[in-house]
């Protein structure tokens, strides 16, 4: 009868260390493969992100292109632009070039900022002597994004500050020849000028250097002078 129980007891307390056993078997190897595991889950996850996010910016830059090929000014006559370079038969370079006014010029950015998405290579700004700017930008094109940072690809800003004149001090000029130069400062600033010289700082540019005085042109085309003699009479 002792017997009996005792096979009994130890029958049971075998069967419930082998199930122990196997519960931390199985536990330990858990352990042991989990971070392998979970590492695992990881790239794929990062994997197929990756993938989903390479199909979307795909699928933006062919709108893209779509839009720059689809790309009009019928109302501006003055713009020529064209594809400069491509691959995979998808633009990847834009020159646009003109000449207008800063106004038409912002107007012309705008529009094309609602469409593209530009990254400005190399950029050419020449003022003409009525007051318009021939300007020459290369772009390259980037993957579309939203919220995108406005730029500002004008030469200067568009709107002209008044012309105050205490900023300005001709300090001298100079003749040799038929070349004229000058030296002047603009809020105590010093600049070396000559006929054509453009200062951004202030959105003007030099018109006449003069034996005695200079002229400049603002942006909105008015004229301001400066002497040096008026100069020289005020410090004193």
């Known amino acids: ?5 005792y096979w009994k007891n130890s029958a049971f307390f075998s069967f419930d260390m082998n199930r122990s056993v196997v519960c931390l078997f199985i536990f330990l190897q858990m352990a042991v493969w989990y971070p392998f595991l979970s590492s695992r889950h990881d790239d794929v996850s990062h994997h197929k992100r990756l993938n989903q996010q ?13 839009a720059l090929q689809q790309m009009g000014f019928p109302n501006t006559p003055w713009i020529q632009h064209s594809v400069e370079a491509t691959k995979k038969d998808l633009p990847t370079q834009w020159l646009i070039e003109g000449v207008a006014s800063l106004a038409e010029w912002q107007k012309i950015f705008e529009q ?58 001709l300090v001298s000029t100079m003749r040799a020849g038929r070349a004229a130069s000058a030296m ?26 003069s034996f005695d005085q200079v002229s ?13 003699r008026e100069e020289d009479e005020q410090d004193e």
């Open 54 to 66: 390479a199909d979307v910016e795909w699928r933006q830059i062919k709108k893209q292109a779509s």
């Open 1 to 5: 009868m002792f017997s009996l129980a």
């Open 184 to 209: 002047l400062t603009y809020k105590n600033k010093r600049y070396w000028i000559a006929p054509g010289s453009w200062l951004p700082e202030a959105g003007m540019s030099v018109n006449v250097v």
């Open 112 to 169: 094309v900022e609602a469409q593209l998405h530009l990254i400005l290579r190399t950029v050419s700004w020449q003022r003409r002597s009525n007051g318009d700017w021939q300007g020459r930008l290369l772009f390259a094109l980037g993957v579309p994004e939203n919220n995108r940072e406005y730029h500002n690809w004008l030469p200067t800003r568009l709107r002209t500050d008044r012309f105050n004149k205490d900023d300005w001090r």
């Open 216 to 228: 400049l042109v603002a942006r909105d085309g008015s004229i301001q002078r400066l002497q040096v």
